[in-house]
């Protein structure tokens, strides 16, 4: 899944010190709430997604 880094360490301090340096430390509650979240909720769905899909190709081929 392309996006699982996005959600890591790295992106944070980065927002978090771009909103900083200019002066509305509030973009980085912002961005944690919304894009972030977002993103978390898109990655959870393709994931389940994902494992249905392969338990059904799983138990398929079994029979």
Not at 11 to 40: D, H, K, Q
């Amino acid at each position: 899944m392309k996006y699982t880094n996005m959600l890591s360490f790295n992106t944070r301090v980065i927002v978090l010190f771009i909103s900083l340096f200019i002066g509305m430390p509030w973009i980085y509650f912002v961005f944690e709430m919304t894009v972030l979240n977002a993103m978390l909720i898109y990655m959870i769905a393709t994931h389940e997604k994902f494992s249905k899909q392969f338990t059904q190709e799983l138990m398929s081929s079994q029979n």
